[in-house]
Nanobody, 125 residues
Framework: VQLMESGGGSVQSGGSLRLSCVIS????????MAWFRQAPGKEREGVAT???????HYPDSVKGRATVSQDKAENTMYLQMNSLKSEDTAMYYC????????????????????WGQGTQVTVSS
């Protein structure tokens, strides 16, 4: 199983980015996925989660600015981030738990056992 993120980059404050995460090597689509981020010197934090039914969860730090979605036919998860702030600067990772052990959205990074390599998002003021 492999996860591959893309779409990161440098953007000015107030701008938008769309991150993608392609999962390969797994044929069942009944799994939950999540986006996490980690800034230098800070702990990894959840950004968005989506379960196999399309239910989503966001922390207060990004609620209203982030939208997670998935295209099961393409085995791809997306994260649309709008109104970006300097504090959104971090390495963004996608993650999943395979085989699935639970239903719903989980926000703890320890719940996930497959991770991508990350894509850097840098927001300048």
């Amino acid at each position: 199983v492999q996860l591959m993120e893309s779409g990161g980059g440098s953007v000015q404050s107030g701008g938008s980015l769309r991150l993608s995460c392609v999962i390969s090597g797994y044929i069942d689509s009944a799994y939950s996925m999540a986006w996490f981020r980690q800034a230098p010197g800070k702990e990894r934090e959840g950004v968005a989660t989506i379960d196999n039914l399309g239910n989503t969860h966001y922390p207060d730090s990004v609620k209203g600015r982030a939208t997670v979605s998935q295209d099961k036919a393409e085995n791809t998860m997306y994260l649309q981030m709008n109104s970006l702030k300097s504090e959104d600067t971090a390495m963004y990772y996608c993650a999943t738990r395979l085989p699935p052990l639970w239903i719903g959205c989980r926000t703890e990074s320890s719940e996930y056992n497959y991770w991508g390599q990350g894509t850097q998002v840098t927001v300048s003021s």
